[in-house]
């Protein structure tokens, strides 16, 4: 039984290790935070919050099922999305998403998604070495040497190594040491972001089912979200620019205070000063963007996930493209019966692909978050009709099938250029 090393054990680590666990291989997770079956904090930055809440659409819900996962114990760790709110000048547009095929996105609870994430790759025998920080790949050996919290080095030796180790991966910076002609970029938005949580959203008056989008009439000056989570509390994500009067790093509280009272004039004065005052004392989180000419090395190792393709996440897309990765290696594993000189190549040329597309499309809907014309709901109106009434001419609506679809990224990439060719004043999505 061949012994597969994934360095990782977060969302995309866990699911890989189940999908392959269940086909019998011997899989070791490396993970340098704690058992959070027993702790969760570790899985939780309590400084920053920036792990709080991610959102699911219909892509991941698929990918997590098609492992053995119960799709009720997963709509347990979310509430269910029915569409999104952008507001303009303190005022909600309502967007409905009805489903497609009785399946809806979810606002999801990070760490309640691990945790159950964790229970199956326990139930499945996969093997985790908790506290273990990796300080050397070796690649050609498929080996990893890690570090524990004692400081005892352990040396870790399988036949398939699969990097779920983030945008900052140990794994990829192996891999451009060794791969001859790898590219690799890695960039940054010039906006940053700082995550706002409210314990009870209650308090807020905003709908559970809604994702809120704030910023469309800020001219660029900054994006924001807000999604509501199972444990009754609301994050807001707050994306600004590092340095200026109104920014990250400002330390002119009575424009910040300005800020807030113009933009989230919706909700009540003490939520209102409760988000002010967090902003003021919490670090900033950066969005960095990051792409690999390839996604894995020889036979020994392949890259999933942020190690592979991390973007900032104004798509709602990094973690359902990070799940859609072990969904599909797991296919190729079956197609080519485990034969790993056939699975990584393939791999990277159906991924990669995707990958390019969503990173594309995430920059595009990050300007438009942040920079919307004013007509912008008028054209997204006419798209939908247009669609209705001649849907064999007229491109789909983008958002119905990035939410309620498993449709390429490479073809919804297509469907929006053909939108934006099709009405020539602006930017459809």
């Known amino acids: 039984m061949k ?6 054990g977060g969302l995309a680590g866990g699911l890989t290790a189940i999908y392959l666990a269940r086909r019998g291989y011997e899989v070791h997770i490396i993970e340098k935070r704690g058992n959070p079956l027993d702790n969760q904090a570790d899985y939780i930055d309590q400084v920053s919050s920036r792990a709080i809440g991610v959102s699911m659409t219909v892509r991941g819900i698929e990918a997590v099922v098609a492992a053995g996962i119960p799709l009720q114990e997963l709509q347990a760790c979310g509430v269910q999305v ?3 709110a952008f507001f303009v000048k303190g005022q909600a547009k309502v967007r409905q998403l009805p489903p497609i095929d009785k399946l809806q996105p979810l606002s999801l609870s990070r760490s309640a998604f691990q945790v159950l994430l964790n229970k199956y790759a326990h139930q499945a025998d ?3 070495h908790y506290h273990q920080r990796c300080v050397e790949v070796d690649l050609d050996n498929a080996s990893i040497l890690t570090q524990d919290a004692s400081g005892n080095f352990v040396t870790h030796k399988g036949d398939l190594i699969i990097a779920a180790d983030g945008a900052r991966s140990s794994v990829r910076d192996a891999m451009q040491t060794h791969c001859r002609r790898f590219e690799f970029h890695q960039s ?3 906006h940053g972001y700082k995550t706002l949580v409210i314990p009870d959203a209650s308090k807020v008056g905003l709908r559970k089912d809604l994702l809120y989008f704030f910023g469309m009439d800020s001219g660029g000056e900054f994006a924001g979200r807000a999604a509501t989570i199972p444990d009754g509390s609301i994050s807001f994500a707050v994306c600004l620019p590092y340095t200026g009067q109104v920014s990250l790093h400002s330390k ?3 424009a910040m205070r300005a800020f807030f009272e113009k933009y989230y004039s919706m909700v009540p004065d003490d939520v209102r000063q409760s988000l002010f005052e967090q902003f003021m004392e919490k670090p900033s989180n950066d969005l960095i963007n990051v792409r690999s000419s390839t996604f894995h090395y020889k036979n020994k190792a392949v890259l999933i996930g942020d190690s592979a393709h991390a973007t900032a996440p104004f798509l709602g897309q990094g973690m359902n493209m990070a799940l859609e990765d072990a969904y599909v290696l797991d296919q190729l594993f079956e197609e080519y019966e485990g034969d790993q000189d056939e699975i990584l190549p393939k791999f990277t040329q159906l991924r990669k692909k995707e990958a390019d597309a969503m990173q594309d499309m995430a920059r595009a809907n990050y300007e438009v978050l942040s920079c919307s014309n004013p007509i912008f709901f008028m054209r997204a109106r006419f798209a939908r009709y247009m669609n209705q009434k001649f849907p064999d001419l007229y491109p789909p609506d983008m958002a ?9 990224y490479s073809e919804l990439r297509d469907v929006q250029q053909k ?3 099709w009405y020539k004043i602006g930017r459809m999505n």
């Open 252 to 254: 002119d509280s009575t």
């Open 400 to 408: 119905e099938k990035l939410y309620f679809t498993s449709m390429a």
């Open 188 to 190: 940054f938005f010039k």
């Open 126 to 128: 996969v093997t985790y």
């Open 3 to 8: 012994k597969i090393i994934i360095v990782g």
């Open 82 to 84: 029915s569409g999104m």
């Open 419 to 421: 939108q934006n060719v």
